[in-house]
């Protein structure tokens, strides 16, 4: 293990994405509940765009499955479940959660590097990685890794922030700093480099997404402001004029 993996582990054992958005023991029933609606209430796009349901008996792997939110949604859809993750408190927890929701069972889960999958090749018809790359040592080798343990013709999800775009740029203006922003690796790309990072695909289609929402991360009048003014005047915007500006890029991906 590398210098940078070692902190990005570390980093992560310490970490629990999205946290404070629940007052319930970590590890209850209810916390893990508490994330999940959270989750889907900032991440509204991400049913529309992955569903979650239509994976039913194939074998799909999750690279950075985080506490298993969405992995027990593919787990509950009837997918085969695979889930990585570099940090053991993530796994333990992924654990918790999968068992409190009767999918302990459906779903395999396990410390490992996504630079260096402990699979065969062609083991799996879909791969996802939500909000992984960009925290990687090293992205140009998790993709490899991803792509090799595909099926021809398999699937892969990916996402990544967006350097250019609209909650980038508020965190500039407003300096706000962003989720994560002392993590010891965090990219940001631009829908042609995002492009480029997965050119050994042989079909990628980007779909800029995660546009504001109303938060409870934030208070005080910075709070206020995005909130009260912000967020409606953002969407009332066409929809065409502010797309390639979501602050997150989806990726749809064949080999």
Avoid at 50 to 76: N, P, Q
Wanted: net charge neutral; hydrophobic share 45%; glycine share 8%.
């Amino acid at each position: 293990m590398t210098d940078s993996t070692e902190a990005i582990r570390r980093y992560w054992d310490e970490q629990i994405h999205d946290v404070r958005m629940s007052h319930h023991p970590i590890g209850s029933l209810a916390f893990f509940d508490d994330l999940d609606r959270y989750r889907f209430e900032k991440l509204c796009y991400l049913p529309e765009l992955v569903d979650f349901g239509a994976y039913h008996g194939r074998r799909l792997l999750e690279v950075g499955c985080g506490i298993g939110t969405d992995l027990v949604r593919f787990a509950k859809g009837g997918a085969l479940c695979t889930g990585i993750d570099l940090a053991e408190r993530s796994i333990e927890l992924a654990r918790a959660n999968c068992a409190l929701h009767g999918m302990a069972a459906a779903v395999d889960l396990r410390v490992a590097d996504g630079t260096a999958l402990p699979f065969p090749d062609d083991s799996f018809d879909v791969v996802y990685g939500h909000g992984v790359l960009q925290y990687s040592a090293n992205p140009v080798r998790v993709v490899a890794e991803c792509r090799r343990v595909l099926t021809p013709g398999g699937a892969a999800i990916f996402m990544v922030y967006n350097r250019i775009s609209w909650l980038n740029a508020l965190a500039k203006v407003t300096k706000v700093e962003l989720e994560h922003e002392d993590a010891p690796v965090l990219r940001k790309y631009s829908i042609r480099e995002f492009r480029d990072l997965l050119s050994d695909f042989s079909d990628v289609r980007i779909v800029p997404e995660r546009f504001p929402v109303r938060s409870r991360l934030h208070g005080g009048w910075k709070g206020a402001l995005y909130n009260g003014v912000f967020v409606g005047a953002f969407n009332a915007l066409p929809r065409s004029w502010v797309r390639p500006f979501g602050w997150h890029l989806m990726a749809f991906c064949r080999k």
